[in-house]
């Protein structure tokens, strides 16, 4: 129902007796909780506003409202063959490793049957998994929402289809908004057909040479949908049609690794329930996540201690490092790109800021955009930047 | 397009012709990005959809200034924008109607005026401007420097013509400034059409085509030479015998294919002009015509497939381009004016020249004619952006089809510029020796 | 010579302020000079502009920004003037301000697969520099030899191949800009994302009304090992576009997916010489690319279905030059249609793809109900529409009457569940629809997002966001897919 999240957000808007606004904070499965600074505030669950409103295959679209489990959009979407191009990371819950279908291709499946991801959650984190390399991010999918500002209006933009640019893109401003910007009720997603079939390569070398490599392979037209390295040991997904599979393969070289063994290590990346993600204790080491033009060398990231996982061609590379913010940060940017303190102790997100700061003059457009869409500062306030 | 054309211009024919080309343009701006001048200048009005809009106004009765005139005259008149437009704007019919409206209305600075009598003056009267390219040789060290890079250095020898031997007979135009400036041309396309067959004759009293005058504001007196030339050939074709009239420059050819068009209006010449310019073709016309008769003179196949082989094998060893490897420079009165892309370069492959790729061949080399000497500096622009273009690959030479692309390429390129028929008829002799 | 539009005290004002940081060729003031920019590529609309200024640099585009918005002249941004909605319609009491002449590419990285260009770098020149390295720069609008960059950033251009390749939005990582203050922000980044909230996903199709452009950095892609097109005959629309939700239902995103009506394939060929079916209702072009065999595999899949769905000839291109052949004549749709009528009027809907038919039944009584032609050019793929309706505006009413004709099918899109525009954007043309796609608050909001980057309105203003006056003027109801939005809450 709708009505009653119209009126929290309204009562909350107009505040208690001494007419001050009362901060929400949304709520749905919590899986990503972890993520974005502490917010106070009184939670708001959303999750009782679910369900999947319209999934035409043919059209390649579905519509969700943000209560409806993550699990339950993908498994709709792999019933017909199809799925959610960006891979996102469900997080939270036990991992619940389902083996691939046989014979069948090996569509994604609802990696935790405990998950409580949400689809409203997916799309306020905005977050992409291994495909992301390939397909787009979360936010290259939508193709519209509906919201519920800061006023209690519920408003509707963009649409149900592939191309639209009637008035401003506020749909995709939504992505990885961490719900500062309005309760996203409703959402619209370009879905695609699964792959036919999938392999999953692994070669031994050193990072430089790794780097290197993604980015020659990103040059030529091979199907790599997925990409890894850690420790010496880089894994490679090619997806597609068998010849195109099979040709890169033999083209590229490396092991082919098992099709249970890769489902299940591309499950383990895109989940972090790799070992990498889960060896260093968050509290002691925390996880940094480094957004770099891909080509940035493994030397330009060498003020930065501990351990490195890269995935994404080589544009994403997570650090599991006790350096300071202000080095990693500055590292990140001297390469052209951003840092993340991705998982820490709460303590530390709240003191030095989860995202890289942002340049005066952005900063004074997010805050101007903050005010445009929540007046009275009531969603999530904080959880992005301390700002607003 | 909306049109609202002035009552002193919407019943005269150039009013109702300018009219309906203006009605075909959509302002899609298409044409822009394949103009020269707009690529250099990007400023709407030094592009063709711009320039229609100039001309448009002007004859929807707005004021005018010197500076619609100045657009106009920056116009190259390369017609690449004909090519580019899907709506089939006639481009080239609507600027000549907008320079001479144009020209009514305004006053040219003096110096202005000047420059273009003496060029309209000179430059079609072969007996007075092949002696002053021969003072100019002489005294180069006494000339600007802008003016000596215009002369040529001495004329290529032209070699001797072949007798006039073959029943099948064509007429060749000699031009205006080409005798003067490169004789082998014609002198090449004989030897070239003899080995196949056909003679080539030259009419006596033959001028120049009129575009020269045409295009520097002397749109009567080009008419006039129009009509003079239609007299000089007019025997030869009424006798009959005549199959076709080439044309070894396509500046010149695009003229005369639309002498029809330029006379339309004249009762006395319409006829014979319309009879001419249907007549009238390209020399890469002719040959592709007569493929099959050319083919069977360069049948050396196997000796030239060992030969160019040979040739790549040596030039590797002593590092220097095949001397095959040629680039080509499409002329625009050839690409755009004429329509004709692809032919003198298939010709050239079939006889064993490698093309090297060159980028943006679509555009002009800044030579258009006599506008290398009145916009010296967007043709020298042009010029140097072309050469680069042509050079850019390993070519060992530069062809092209019109004197004029040809002697403006020459001034600043390190490698030879000649006529692409001059080039066939040096490969043709050469296999010959081999035979 | 001034225009009667344009108060000369004013436009002296801003004149002799902006000589002082221009060179004097820059700018253009005399009507002579500023009346052949009185319209982009939609020229039923026109306005002179005060003034036209043509920057070479980002320091000249700040200064003459930093001037405008100190004396309060608004600005509109204007690229190659190709766009067909109005975006870059001048303003009678603004400056116009032309990026032409920034037109270099600043780098390329064949390695990183990026090129970092200048805003009125055309879109098909990045592909061109990026042709040796065996990339290119996907989204290719069918103005695509003549459009800038930062105009299609402006729009969110498509193009004939964007339902596999996505639109500029999917392709541009990085675009560098000015706010009307002169503040320089940067959008994005040459990472894969950026910190805070998605302002390059909100600055890509905000028309010129954000920020102004300065410099993009679009990622290249590897050119496809082949690519091969199959031209389809059918002998009736609707079938056609039955076999679009064909392919789409077989598992398969074509390369491309374009559909043509025969008025349009008829108007066309007499540019392109594609080798078009002219006795055919409706083309569709299919395309598949990839690795040679992968291509021949889905080319095959793509005939059966068509076969299926009633094709009455099927050609496969053979060569490369064929299948642009096939593709130049579609993009050269639009102006083709200057062959056969004075002027046209091209609308931009997207609709769900299964309502094609009643789409196409719905045009075909307006053709009748306003005695104007309407050919159909289709990016099948995604549902965009391009009818084109013929007109004469040297006819008096008939401008009029195509007005009329396009709002209908504009709306009776929004009432199929779809959008006014696709990708050519709101711009001046379209401008009344907003009021029926959105609500009164939704388009508030918007107007806040546009006060975020511009408080005072100067940047392209009266573009894209109608005013709440205009909609009431307009009197069109805000109802979305046949229905009221949320009817169970209470309205404001």
């Excluded at chain 1, 490599?213 to 880089?234: D, F, I, K, M």
């Excluded at chain 1, 340049?359 to 007046?375: E, G, N, S, T, V």
């Excluded at chain 2, 009219?19 to 709407?44: M, S, W």
Aim: glycine content about 10%; proline content about 6%; charged content about 20%.
């Amino acid at each position: 129902m709708l009505s009653p999240l119209v009126d929290a957000v309204r009562a909350a808007a107009a505040g208690g007796g001494d007419g001050k606004a009362r901060a929400l904070r949304i709520a749905g499965g919590g899986s990503k909780d972890f993520y974005g600074r502490p917010t106070a505030g009184e939670p708001l669950d959303v999750r009782g506003y679910a369900g999947i409103v319209a999934y035409e295959p043919t059209e390649l679209v579905v519509t969700a409202r943000c209560g409806t489990p993550l699990a339950e959009l993908e498994a709709t979407l792999a019933a017909s063959g199809q799925m959610l191009a960006f891979e996102p990371p469900h997080f939270g819950g036990p991992p619940d490793l389902q083996p691939p279908h046989s014979g069948g291709p090996p569509g994604p499946q609802p990696p935790y049957s405990g998950a409580t991801a949400t689809v409203g959650g997916m799309v306020a984190a905005g977050l992409g998994g291994p495909r992301r390399q390939a397909a787009g991010a979360l936010r290259d999918f939508v193709l519209g929402v509906t919201i519920l500002d800061g006023r209690g209006e519920v408003l509707s933009f963009g649409g149900q289809v592939m191309k639209n640019v009637a008035g401003y893109d506020v749909s995709r401003l939504m992505a990885g908004s961490l719900g500062t910007l309005g309760i996203i009720l409703e959402v619209s997603l370009k879905t695609l057909p699964c792959p036919v079939m999938e392999e999953t390569l692994q070669f031994e070398m050193p990072e430089d040479k790794a780097i290197a490599t993604l980015n020659r392979w990103a040059g030529q037209p091979l199907p790599v949908t997925a990409s890894a390295w850690c420790a010496g040991e880089l894994h490679v997904r090619l997806s597609g049609a068998p010849v195109a599979v099979s040709a890169a393969r033999e083209r590229m070289g490396g092991v082919r690794i098992d099709a249970d063994a890769a489902q299940r290590f591309w499950l383990s990346i895109r989940e972090q329930s790799a070992v990498f993600f889960g060896a260093e204790d968050a509290l002691v080491r925390p996880l940094w996540r480094l957004s770099v033009p891909s080509t940035t060398p493994a030397a330009a990231l060498d003020r930065i201690e501990g351990a490195r996982l890269i995935e994404w061609g080589g544009a994403l590379r997570w650090a599991a490092s006790g350096t300071d913010a202000a080095t990693i940060r500055d590292v990140a940017a001297k390469a052209g790109g951003h840092a993340t303190l991705f998982r820490a102790e709460a303590g530390l997100r709240e003191r030095i800021g989860v995202f890289q700061p942002l340049a005066p003059a952005a900063l004074a457009i997010h805050r101007q955009l903050k005010a445009a869409f929540d007046p009275h500062g009531i969603f999530n306030p904080g959880r992005m930047y301390a700002e607003f | 397009m909306q049109t609202h054309l002035a009552d002193w211009i919407k019943d005269t024919p150039e009013g109702i012709a300018a009219e309906a080309i203006l009605r075909k343009c959509v302002h899609c701006g298409f044409c822009n990005a394949t103009c020269p001048t707009y690529q250099l200048r990007g400023d709407e009005l030094d592009g063709p959809r711009g320039r229609i809009y100039l001309i448009k106004q002007m004859l929807e009765g707005e004021p005018v200034s010197a500076r619609t005139g100045l657009h106009l005259d920056r116009c190259l008149t390369c017609r690449a924008c004909e090519t580019t437009c899907p709506s089939g704007v006639q481009y080239g019919k609507l600027v000549d109607i907008g320079r001479a409206v144009a020209a009514r209305k305004l006053e040219r600075p003096w110096f202005d005026r000047l420059q273009r009598r003496v060029l309209a003056g000179v430059l079609p009267r072969p007996w007075l401007f092949a002696p002053l390219v021969t003072l100019g040789r002489w005294f180069r060290w006494l000339l600007p420097a802008s003016l000596a890079a215009k002369v040529p250095a001495d004329a290529p020898a032209a070699g001797a013509r072949p007798p006039i031997r073959h029943a099948r007979r064509m007429l060749v135009l000699a031009g205006c400034v080409q005798p003067a400036l490169s004789p082998d041309i014609n002198a090449a396309a004989a030897r070239v059409l003899d080995r196949i067959g056909i003679s080539l004759v030259e009419a006596e009293g033959a001028g120049c085509c009129g575009a020269l005058r045409f295009h520097l504001d002397y749109q009567a007196d080009g008419l006039q030479d129009m009509r003079r030339l239609i007299d000089a050939w007019w025997p030869l074709v009424e006798q009959g015998g005549i199959e076709a009239i080439v044309m070894t420059a396509s500046g010149c050819g695009v003229t005369v294919k639309e002498y029809g068009h330029h006379l339309a209006g004249d009762p006395a010449y319409r006829d014979k002009a319309a009879r001419i310019s249907a007549m009238t073709r390209d020399l890469s016309e002719v040959l592709q015509a007569e493929r099959v008769l050319l083919e069977r003179a360069l049948e050396t196949t196997h000796e030239t497939t060992h030969e160019t082989a040979s040739a790549r094998l040596d030039s590797r060893a002593t590092d220097k381009p095949d001397a095959r490897s040629i680039a080509f420079h499409p002329p625009c009165t050839l690409q755009h004016g004429q329509q004709l892309r692809g032919v003198a370069e298939g010709i050239l492959s079939a006889a064993g020249f490698k093309l090297v790729p060159v980028p943006d061949a679509h555009l002009c080399c800044g030579s258009a004619g006599t506008y290398s000497l009145l916009q010296p500096a967007l043709s020298s622009q042009l010029q140097a952006d072309k050469v680069a273009a042509l050079q850019s690959g390993d070519a060992s030479m530069i062809l092209t089809a019109n004197i004029g692309c040809q002697s403006h390429l020459a001034a600043a390129a390190r490698l030879p510029v000649r006529h692409w028929v001059v080039a066939l008829d040096e490969r043709m002799a050469e296999m010959e020796s081999f035979k | 010579m001034g225009d009667p539009g344009v108060n000369i005290e004013r436009q002296a004002q801003v004149r002799a302020r902006l000589a002082a940081l221009l060179p004097a060729e820059s700018i253009l003031f005399e009507r002579e000079d500023t009346r052949p920019y009185e319209c982009d590529g939609l020229s039923a609309y026109r306005q002179q502009p005060m003034l036209v200024v043509l920057p070479a640099n980002e320091d000249e585009v700040r200064a003459v920004l930093v001037a405008c918005h100190d004396m309060r002249v608004p600005v509109v941004p204007r690229g190659a003037g190709t766009g067909l909605s109005g975006g870059a319609l001048p303003m009678g009491d603004g400056v116009l301000l032309s990026l032409a002449r920034m037109k270099k590419i600043l780098s390329l990285d064949p390695a990183a697969r990026m090129a970092r260009v200048q805003p009125g770098v055309r879109n098909l020149a990045i592909s061109e520099a990026a042709a040796p390295y065996g990339l290119y720069y996907a989204p290719d609008p069918s103005s695509q030899i003549a459009c800038t960059i930062g105009g299609n950033v402006a729009e969110n251009s498509g193009g004939v191949h964007c339902l596999k390749y996505g639109l500029t939005v999917h392709n541009v990582a990085r675009v560098r800009g000015l706010t009307i203050a002169g503040e320089v922000v940067e959008f994005g980044s040459e990472a894969l994302d950026a910190a805070g909230y998605d302002l390059l996903a909100l600055m890509i199709g905000s028309e010129g009304m954000l920020a102004v452009v300065t410099e993009v950095s679009v990622r290249l892609v590897p050119k496809p090992e082949t690519a091969r097109c199959i031209m389809a005959s059918f002998d009736d629309v609707e079938r056609a576009g039955d076999a679009v939700a064909g392919i789409i239902a077989a598992g398969i995103i074509p390369a491309g997916l374009e559909m043509m009506d025969q008025a349009a394939t008829r108007a066309v060929e007499a540019f392109a010489h594609a080798g078009y079916d002219l006795e055919a209702k409706a083309l569709l072009l299919c395309e598949a690319d990839g690795n040679p065999e992968e291509v021949a595999g889905e080319i095959a899949r793509m005939s059966e279905v068509l076969q299926r769905q009633g094709a009455t000839a099927i050609r496969v291109s053979r060569s490369e030059a064929e299948r642009l052949l096939f593709w130049a004549g579609r993009k050269a749709a639009f102006p083709a249609v200057g062959r056969i009528s004075p002027d046209y009027y091209c609308m931009d809907g997207t609709i769900p793809r299964k309502r094609l038919g009643e789409m196409l039944r719905f045009i075909a009584a307006m053709e009748a109900k306003y005695g104007l032609r309407c050919p159909n050019v289709f990016h099948a793929g995604d549902g965009n529409l391009h009818p084109l309706i013929l007109f004469d505006a040297n006819v008096p009413d008939e401008l009029h009457r195509t007005e009329q004709f396009a709002a209908e099918v504009l709306e009776k899109c929004i009432a199929l569940g779809g959008t006014i525009t696709g990708e050519h954007g709101v711009g001046i043309e379209k401008i009344n629809q907003m009021c029926v796609q959105f609500s009164a608050s939704e388009l508030a909001l918007m107007r806040g997002v546009k006060a975020a980057f511009d408080p005072d309105g100067l940047l392209n203003p009266a573009k894209n966001i109608p005013t709440l006056h205009r909609c009431a003027e307009h009197g069109g109801m805000h109802v979305r897919a046949g229905r009221l939005a949320h009817p169970e809450l209470p309205r404001f």
